[in-house]
């Protein structure tokens, strides 16, 4: 991912700010839970438990994953540099301004965790196809 990672909250309020739409346009990053229904407030637990175990897990099986399989999205002028992720385990990283062609592991510079690998498969797709490879999550350690 190569994305600053995000600590997961131990309280309902800090979930609910943590789990909230990041596409949303009238979020104010704050909730009062104060009267919020127990039912509700138990359902946002369990939907928390639920993200940092997947996080969790994400984090174990990419410090195992040998990144076989690989998407990439290439660099564009518009100042977006090549991404790629594992299929298998979706570890993501964004490449340097270097790493710019259709083929990111051909002409970056900069160190690489998914890249340079001459057994790697690589399937090139579009931004859109990309981010949706990306896991529900940030991945924590
Ligand atoms: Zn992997």
Redesign the pocket.
């Known amino acids: 991912m190569m994305s600053a990672h995000q600590s997961i909250p131990n309280s309902v309020d800090a979930a609910v700010r943590f789990l909230a739409p990041r596409s949303s346009t009238n979020w104010t990053g704050t909730l009062n839970v104060s009267r919020l229904n127990q039912e509700i407030a138990a359902a946002i637990e369990g939907r928390l438990h639920a993200t940092r175990h997947l996080s969790r897990t994400a984090f174990h099986i ?1 410090a195992g ?3 076989e399989i690989v998407a990439e999205t290439a660099y564009r002028s518009s100042g977006l540099s090549a991404r790629r992720i ?1 299929l ?4 993501e990283e964004e490449g340097s301004h270097w790493s710019g062609g259709s083929t990111w592991s051909r002409h970056d510079y900069g160190k690489s965790i ?1 890249g340079n690998t001459s057994e790697r498969i690589v399937t090139n797709v579009d931004r859109d196809q990309f981010y949706a490879l990306r896991l529900p999550v940030e991945v924590a350690e």
């Open positions: 990419q994953c040998t990144h594992c298998h385990c979706r570890l998914l």
